[in-house]
């Protein structure tokens, strides 16, 4: 398997801490590692060139050439049918289908099957229409149930990362007509959940806009879109103090969090303290995994409530109630691993009678609390004029030291699905993206 050096090209970054890469997840279940060598979507790049495809009663079987892990070899024919990719059936531009699934009769069969290097062609009952299948779409749902998450290099860190941390500089990501800055920063930040863009200008808060438009646009809440502000009370958030901030994520209280967040210090006058804190939030789930199998698994099963208060006319809360550890759904292997950390002991409600005793989760909690307060955990950087940090807000806790002074910063979220759309089309050939996301 090919690796994809695009994005690595020139980059120095810190070693990952020396935490051995295990499973996350329910002890009672099968799980899958959050490491994996090779960063690539879980599509080979090469399949099946060849194989035998046979009418049966409802479908079709076929047995491709050179398959390995077959769960199946019968495909039913109104998924067949429903999955005909041919220009007729799929707008080429949107890529949307052109027909209505259920007027496909459900009686339909293939009349004919003919199988050939690229694929297999098949002849339908109702009306005659041919449909094309490639080898590598066919062997893909003989092996797997759907499509798999893109594998990614996940590089757990902690304090050490200070000694080499993820950075690209503005220029790169900037220029208009080359996209490998955006590639090479949305992948830091894929992989490490941060990186520096340095040498941004500071003189005009509109250039880090312009830097973050550049992966995606920027958040509208409750807060506005995108800040430049000096410490006041302008929104009832602790964000807006000048005190210390405990690690933690943002935006809890929505359905959706951030996914990114930015943060330019434009000035600080008269300075004292203020430093940034990071902490890796999946090393620190591994660590209590490792630790603490119980915390573990009380930190995912109990739903909390969330909620923004502070203001006059605004309450915001989740659509539903969100553990502080959240897994991917599904089932097998392919399923259970740590897919966000949801942190701000601020903004949580109370904590609910459910499942696990109350003080069972406090347990869990405090352990978790002492895990990332650790030095080993903690990354404390001093933010300057010109260097932006983007932070991924579904891994890294973030925080702040007290301080004194006038800063002025500014910032500003981007959605995680824009993120992880600019990360495949920027990194991935558009071809291995479609397959990806359409399945």
């Known amino acids: ?106 009686t339909i069969e293939p009349l004919k099957a003919e199988p050939d290097d690229s694929g297999v062609k098949v002849t339908w009952s109702d009306d005659n229409h041919e449909s094309h299948y490639p080898w590598q779409f066919i062997a893909q749902y003989l092996q797997h149930d759907a499509r798999k998450p893109e594998a990614v290099n996940l590089k757990y860190w902690g304090a050490d990362i200070k000694e080499s941390p993820p950075s690209v500089s503005y220029e790169e990501v900037i220029k208009e007509d080359s996209e490998e800055g955006v590639a090479k920063l949305t992948s830091l930040i894929r992989e490490y959940g941060f990186a520096f863009v340095d040498g941004t200008p500071f003189e005009d808060p509109q250039d880090t806009k312009r830097l973050l438009e550049r992966i995606a646009f920027i958040r509208e809440t409750h807060y506005g879109g995108f800040y430049d502000f000096t410490p006041g009370l302008a929104m009832a958030d602790t964000a807006y103090t000048n005190i210390a901030l405990p690690a933690h994520t943002d935006t809890t209280y929505f359905t959706d969090p951030a996914g990114l967040q930015a943060f330019h210090l434009l000035s600080h006058s008269e300075a004292s303290g203020g430093e940034s804190l990071l902490v890796d939030g999946f090393r620190a789930a591994q660590v209590l995994y490792e630790e603490d199998r119980r915390a573990y698994e009380a930190l995912h099963a109990v739903r909390l409530p969330w909620h923004a208060s502070g203001n006059p006319g605004i309450t915001i809360a989740p659509d539903r109630r969100y553990p502080v550890l959240e897994v991917e759904g599904g089932v097998g292997a392919e399923s259970h691993a740590l897919h966000r950390v949801r942190w701000n002991n601020d903004d949580r409600g109370v904590v609910p009678f459910e499942g696990v005793p109350p003080e069972k989760w406090y347990d869990a909690a405090r352990k978790w609390d002492e895990i990332i307060k650790r030095k080993e955990s903690e990354y404390w950087v001093q933010l300057t004029p010109g260097r932006v940090l983007i932070f991924d807000n579904w891994r890294v806790l973030h925080g702040r030291s007290a301080f004194e002074g006038v800063r002025r910063i500014c910032g500003g979220y981007i959605n995680r699905d824009d993120f992880i759309s600019r990360w495949r089309n920027t990194n991935f050939p558009r071809e291995e993206v479609l397959d990806q996301v359409i399945g």
């Open 1 to 106: 398997m090919a690796t994809r050096a695009l994005c690595m090209r020139g980059v120095t970054v810190g070693a990952a801490a020396a935490i051995r890469p295990s499973i996350l997840g329910l002890s009672s279940l099968l799980h899958r590692p959050l490491f994996n060598a090779v960063r690539r979507f879980a599509s080979a790049p090469s399949g099946p060139t060849g194989g035998q495809a046979t009418i049966i009663k409802g479908g079709l079987q076929i047995v491709p050439e050179g398959v390995w892990g077959v769960k199946r070899y019968n495909l039913p024919s109104i998924w067949l049918r429903d999955n005909c990719r041919c220009a007729k059936c799929v707008n080429q531009d949107t890529l949307q289908r052109n027909f209505d699934t259920f007027k496909i009769p459900s």
